[in-house]
C-alpha cells in the first residue's frame, strides 16, 4: 500500500485520467474529490465490499433451488398452453 500525506488542495494522479484532490479537512474527516471518466466505476469501499458480498451469495445458488425454479417454470408454461 502507497502511503501518502496531502495538504488541502494537494492531489493524487491515478494513471492519464483520475485525479484525487483534497477538498476539505474538518473534524478528523477528509473530504475527497475526485475527477475520473464517467465510465470508471468508483464505490465507497463499505458499498464495494456489500456488492462483492451478494455477488458471491448469489453464485453459490444450491442446486436443489435452481431445480425448483426450473420445474415452477416448466409448470407455467404448460398449464398456459404455451412450449
Do not use: C
Request: charged share 35%; no cysteine; net charge negative.
Amino acid at each position: 500500500m502507497l502511503v501518502l500525506t496531502r495538504k488541502l488542495g494537494e492531489g493524487i494522479i491515478i494513471g492519464d485520467d483520475v485525479t484525487i484532490t483534497i477538498v476539505e479537512l474538518k473534524g478528523g474527516n477528509v473530504r475527497i474529490g475526485i475527477d475520473a471518466p464517467r465510465d470508471k466505476k468508483i464505490y465507497r469501499q463499505e458499498v464495494y465490499n456489500r456488492i462483492v458480498e451478494e455477488n458471491r451469495d448469489a453464485a453459490h445458488w444450491n442446486m436443489i433451488d435452481l431445480d425448483n425454479i426450473s420445474d415452477n417454470l416448466t409448470v407455467r408454461k404448460d398449464t398456459n398452453g404455451k412450449n
